[in-house]
């Protein structure tokens, strides 16, 4: 007999004095859902990625909703949010940089990214067009 566990996962959400502590970087891309792959925004977060996803639908202000502000057309039709953890120590903002710069689109401005930082964009990129 197969057994089916009710509980399926455990999130621990760490909280000190009132405020999140921020937990793991996270780089993220919007895309639609159909071929070809066609980015419409790319980000990086230490929130969970669902969580900033909902900040960027439906948060009004533009310094938070940003996808809402910066990338309208990606909130028509069908779009997939691609959600990457990135290894302990990479700056996610240099990952960031380096992987609109790989997209196609322009990195914010910035200092050049570190070599691990070009890796881990070069890593998404093969794994977005896959």
């Keep these: 007999m197969t057994r089916h566990p009710a509980i399926v996962r455990e999130d621990r959400i760490p909280v000190r004095d009132g405020q999140l502590v921020e937990g793991p970087s996270w780089v993220y891309v919007w895309s639609r859902c159909e071929s070809p792959f ?19 639908l439906e948060n009004a202000d533009p310094a938070i909703g940003r996808v809402r502000a910066q990338a309208p057309d990606a909130l028509i039709g069908d779009v997939v949010v691609h959600a990457y953890q990135l290894a302990a120590g ?8 380096a ?6 689109g322009t990195p914010t401005d910035g200092p050049d990214p570190q070599p691990g930082a070009v890796a881990a964009a ?3 990129v093969g794994r977005l067009r896959s």
Excluded: N, S
């Design 38 to 56: 066609t980015p419409l925004y790319v980000g990086a977060t230490g929130l969970p990625p669902v969580e900033r996803t909902r900040l960027h």
């Design 90 to 97: 990479l700056d996610r903002q240099a990952v960031k940089r």
């Design 99 to 104: 992987l609109r710069a790989q997209l196609g």
């Design 122 to 124: 070069q890593e998404i």
